[in-house]
């Protein structure tokens, strides 16, 4: 059985920020011909949007209503995913502090993430997509074949986080605080909290390489295609 001939799995990988979830996922989905889907970033679009309405981070219902309005779009490329706000390309604005900041914080309330989880639904349903994020395996998709929660020391997770973005100083002391600040709220907030699906599959990237994480991923993946 080829690949491409075989059943499109749906791949939920789950994890705080600068577990690595990015890398592998896109890496996994290229291997596969499938489309890897950045649900973090549809949070990001939102915030962005929210920021350039003068819109309080915490007016829950002023957010749905803007969500509402709101055409987000992912389009998954070989570099991770370009992410489209009512059509404008806001790939390298929502990945800047201030938007990062605003994606955890709209994404503690309810019904922003019912909405968001039902965009996410529609957008796997077809399967042959590996989605990241922090409730893939517990809410958007808790049948996904595959779940995979790749963790790792936050010190670790801290120390990648600034070396990709080439910070020192003041910026990477800024970021390293957001960072914690961040993982805290994600996984203390009252709906979905960032924690593994009782059926994930439990990875802890502080001592692996990247190409352990992948392989122990693929040999999980290939065991549910059956090869
Ligand atoms: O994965 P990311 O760093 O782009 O996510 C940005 C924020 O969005 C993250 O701090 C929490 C939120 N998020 C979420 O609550 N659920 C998801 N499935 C993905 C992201």
């Known amino acids: 059985m080829t690949e491409s001939s075989a059943r499109k799995l749906i791949i939920a990988i789950d994890g705080p920020a600068g577990a690595g979830k990015s890398t592998i996922a896109?890496?996994?989905?290229r291997k596969l011909g499938y489309a890897n889907l950045e649900s973090g970033a549809m949070y990001r679009a939102l915030a962005l949007k929210a920021i350039l309405r003068d819109l309080s981070f915490d007016d829950e219902a002023a957010l749905v209503q803007l969500a509402q309005k709101s055409r987000i779009?992912?389009?998954p490329t070989s570099t991770g995913n370009r992410v489209l706000l009512d059509g404008t390309d806001v790939t390298l604005r929502v990945r800047e502090a201030d938007v990062t900041e605003g994606a955890s914080r709209v994404s503690v309330h309810p019904q922003v993430r019912a909405w968001m989880v039902a965009r996410q639904q529609e957008l796997g349903a077809k399967g042959g997509v590996v989605m990241e994020?922090?409730?893939i395996?517990?809410?958007v998709f808790p049948q996904a074949d595959v779940k995979i929660f790749l963790d790792a020391d936050p010190v670790v997770r801290e120390q990648r986080r600034l070396q990709q973005q080439n910070l020192r100083g003041n910026a990477a002391q800024a970021t390293a605080a957001e960072l914690r600040e961040r993982d805290q709220r994600d996984r203390t907030r009252t709906v979905s909290p960032l924690q593994p699906a009782a059926d994930a599959l439990v990875l802890d990237s502080t001592s692996m390489s990247e190409d352990e994480v992948l392989r122990r991923?693929?040999?999980l993946v290939h065991s549910?295609?059956?090869g």
Request: net charge neutral; proline share 0%; glycine share 16%.
């Open 26 to 29: 896109s890496r996994l989905a």
């Open 73 to 75: 779009q992912l389009e």
């Open 133 to 135: 994020g922090r409730d």
């Open 137 to 139: 395996g517990t809410k």
């Open 217 to 219: 991923v693929e040999e």
């Open 224 to 226: 549910k295609l059956g």
